[in-house]
């Protein structure tokens, strides 16, 4: 039961939560994506909302091959994430998204922070395919802030079904590990860290997940 001064807090609760939406006020953030990031669109955002931005790297032999950028509103509230990731055969992805609050406080384009090419002494298995769940792994000597071994798998989803689409094994950083995550063009991976000396392949923990996956792709076949 809430008594007279029970209400009174209630009251004073519903004033300063008034007063607090009144005064955040909706503002804008520089949306765009790919190419489009070149010039200045921008978007209005609900004060829940921060402005984001994300660019993604994916490269191959050393390559950069593609660069994605986006911006504008998060859904919902933004959770800052970067990583990194160094596969088999020179294959690397990185990945940064940033928050902010404020007037097109996401419209600075910030350069991906260049990787270290300094060993660590950390030995990873590495390799990558985007044809089979499997590669024949090769050893990789760690670099940098990369000091875990990873396993990716990856799928995208056509008409709801979801097909393989490659599968990696290599060096990461830390925050790369246990991702449930949507990449650059759809891509879905999931991710799964050992430690360096770990002789066990955590491969059917994911493996489980996207099976089904597989699966039909073979059936399409
Ligand atoms: C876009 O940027 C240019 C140069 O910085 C500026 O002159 C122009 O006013 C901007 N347009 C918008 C809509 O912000
Ligand atoms: C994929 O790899 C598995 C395990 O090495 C192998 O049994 C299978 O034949 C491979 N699939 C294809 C299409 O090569
Ligand atoms: C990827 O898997 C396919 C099918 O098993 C195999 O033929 C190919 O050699 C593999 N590529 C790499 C880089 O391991
Ligand atoms: C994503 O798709 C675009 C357009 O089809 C392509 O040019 C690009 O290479 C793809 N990126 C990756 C990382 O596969």
Redo the contacts with the bound molecule.
Sequence with gaps: MLGPSNLQHVFALCVSAAFLLTTVESYVCTSCSRKQCR????ATCAPSQACFSLQQEFSFSGQQIDLVQEKGCSLGACAPLAFSVTFGDRTTFSYDRRCCQGK?CNKENVPLTPKSSNPNGIECPACYNETNLSCNPVHLQCTGAETKCIEVVGTVTINRIPYFALFGMGCATESACNLELSIVNGTNVRSYCVGPKSGSPPLMSITSAVLPAVFLLKVLL
């Design positions: 010039s200045n669109l921008t097109q």
